[in-house]
């Protein structure tokens, strides 16, 4: 939906989404995204989700929310891509669909440096942690690190995907306190609570910027 007075020039913005697992933050992710659409005045659209696993449960997050799906497999006839060609076939389904910036949610795959330059700037990931600690660890690891580490506060963190592996400038971030009687399961559906709201956090910050 578009506001009355938004400019006839300015283009639709296409949004894809990338993930490999549960994808438990797409719904309110993508009602998030409508309520922005609304708000800012832009006409925000997310014709695909992409995903590396065909039993991924975001798959079936698409298909609850009238999203079409595509499957990038990187094993195929028994041949398995490499990083660069798994990517060019990516990059592939982003142009069939015009996509203009891509969210990665829970992607399990690290992008080729090829594929972060021509996406410079176009891609957000979100990341368990306050940025730039525990960069490079993912899910039940990083929140099992807080606790390790004894420290007080944990969160999460929107950041621009670049060829170092969590390394990009960061969007957003949500903090959550660390109590202690935590566990990293307790821990991480805390931290899971502020990802929706960092998410759309960076992506206002991001169409404010580009609009």
């Known amino acids: 939906m578009l506001k009355k007075n938004m400019p006839n020039n300015l283009k639709n913005i296409r949004f894809a989404i990338l993930g490999s697992t549960n ?111 525990y960069q490079g660890l993912m899910d039940l690891s990083v929140h099992q690190a807080v606790l390790d580490n004894k420290d007080k506060q944990t969160g999460c963190s929107v950041h621009f995907v670049t060829s170092d592996v969590d390394a990009g400038p960061v969007v957003s971030q949500k903090k959550v306190l660390v109590s202690p009687d935590d566990n990293a399961d307790e821990l991480k559906k805390r931290v899971q609570g502020q990802e929706v709201d960092c998410y759309l956090d960076a992506i206002k910050i991001l169409l404010n910027k580009i609009c």
């Not at 005045?41 to 065909?54: A, C, D, F, W």
């Open 23 to 133: 994808g438990s933050i797409v719904p309110d992710l993508v009602s998030g995204i409508k309520e922005l659409e609304i708000d800012l005045g832009i006409n925000l659209e997310i014709p695909v989700l992409i995903s590396n696993k065909s039993n991924a449960g975001i798959l079936e997050k698409a298909k609850l929310l009238n999203i079409k799906s595509e499957i990038c497999l990187a094993n195929k006839l028994n041949n398995k891509l490499n990083r660069n060609q798994y990517d060019k076939n990516l990059d592939l389904i982003l142009s069939d669909y015009k996509i203009d910036y891509i969210l990665l949610v829970g992607f399990m795959r690290i992008l080729s440096a090829s594929f972060c330059e021509k996406w410079e700037n176009k891609i957000l990931n979100i990341h368990p942690s306050l940025l730039p600690k």
